[in-house]
């Protein structure tokens, strides 16, 4: 028997293995069987090696599903089907009957099936179909030797540590197991690094040996409206006229056999989070949070400052460093105290002295993480302290220009008249629920955290803001100052010492200039000589305003 012409082509496309058998004899199509199954699924070619019936059915299948397009589907009565099914049967006669009426009767139940699922999922309610499942699902589980735990992303209103753990941890095992199809790569976090960041996808599996025992990690990503899960999880409702984020809820499931799950929780899991912070401190880069809805974004903080590099006095430079200090190594002093591991600072003073350039030095000292929260962008108290209690262990909550962010103002017999169950259901930020936050109970539900206000107007501020114990350490960051002017000058001119210098630090100490205008100027030119030239006429031309300025105070007067 030989195959039709237009039947030859599809085959070298598809199976070269078998084109090249059937075109020099057909009686060897049975021969090629195996070829061409082990191009196609090494799996069933192994499986059918063993057993010649199941050869015949799986190469019938796989010819049938390559040929496809060349088969009148109406009809198994054609010439190129009839000579797939002769061809793998060996043969005709009753063979090829009994091998049609196979073929046949499979078609008509994988019909069937798929018009009853499309039915069901017409007229079947989601709610019904997925209690259904989740009942087959626990019957079948009870007659299974395999454990799974599930490792959600958040643990009611905060981010489950175990979740980023095992983030780290996979996909550090993903890098290197072969049985991974399906990688994330992103660009590297920080722009001197090589490393790429491999995570996991969706929906794969990696598999992993720990003590003896084989834990099998997969990813699992569901899509749902963000103002739902929100009210799922904290029970009050937003975003009204505008529509909701979709957001994506992430949990990573670990199976393992039923004997071992004392050692996945006692053992496992425990090297998972201390493997995971190694990797992260090998590979540490800090990272930038800003707030959206009810959820942070992220992205890499790039900010070079340092104390070294900050435009500000030496003896006010040497006392944050030493508070600093002081502040990471007294864990256990407040705990013995009984106080929240945190540290208040509030930074005052105006425009451009370098408030932002301090914050980004602590966090560079410190290898914190920043969260920059807008108050503008939190509707209420309960939207404020969800988004905190997503915030991480060793990090840097600032709110800048907290007098225009919010009406901090309030009357304080108002807030004496209004009960607590009033002031939640705001929809606004209040006073006592950021003190709350600040000073409160919400205030231990992380450690070693450095919160940081800035205004431009600190008379502005509420005092009950101001005490000790919610902004413990007040920085006053005013104009450029001759030391302060060195500094940017060794900065961005690489000089230590120049013949215009004298003159400089005398008219910056008759002149009230922001450290950013000055190092504003001194960006104007690479020369040296042509910069402070341009500092000094900047200055000369400060010091004529102030003057007839104050002029003409004196004549109002």
Partial sequence: MS????????????????????????????????????????????????????????SGILALVVLAPYIDHSSLDNPISNHILAALCGGGG???????TVFSTAVSIAASAVLVRTIANDLIPDELRDYLSTSFAALFARFSSVITIVVDEF????????????EIYVGGLSQVASSTRRLRVGWPEDEDSDALRVTMESGEEVVDVHEGVRYTWRLVLLQQNAALSSRRRQGFYGYEGEAAPLRQERSFEVSCHKRHKEACLRSYFPHVLERSKAMREEERTRKLYTNEYLTWRETTLRHPGTFATLAMEEEMKRAVVEDLDRFVRRKEYYRKIGRAWKRGYLLYGPPGTGKSSLIAAMANFLHFDVYD??????NSNSELRTLMMSTTNRSILVVEDIDCSMEMQQNREDRATTTPAAEED???VTLSGLLNFVDGLWSSAADERIIVFTTNY????DPALLRPGRMDMHIH???????GFRILASNYQSVDDHPLFPEIEALIREVEISPAEVAGELMRSEEADVAFQGLIK?????????????????EEK
């Fill in 155 to 166: 643990d009611g209103f905060v981010s489950n540590k175990m979740f980023k753990a095992a």
């Fill in 458 to 461: 600190k008379d502005r501020l």
């Fill in 3 to 58: 195959l039709d012409a237009d039947l030859q082509p599809c085959l070298g496309r598809v199976c070269p293995a078998l084109a090249t058998v059937a075109s020099s004899s057909p009686s060897l199509v049975a021969t090629a069987r195996q070829p061409c199954l082990g191009c196609c699924c090494p799996s069933l070619s192994k499986a059918t090696s063993s057993s010649t019936a199941l050869a015949t059915v799986a």
């Fill in 94 to 100: 009753a063979n090829m009957a009994t091998t049609k």
């Fill in 426 to 428: 705001r929809e606004r």
């Fill in 373 to 378: 929260l807008g108050l503008s962008e939190v």
């Fill in 477 to 483: 960051m005013g104009y450029c100052t001759p030391c």
């Fill in 538 to 554: 900047l200055l000369r031309t400060k010091k004529r305003k102030e003057k007839a300025d104050n002029a003409t105070k004196e």
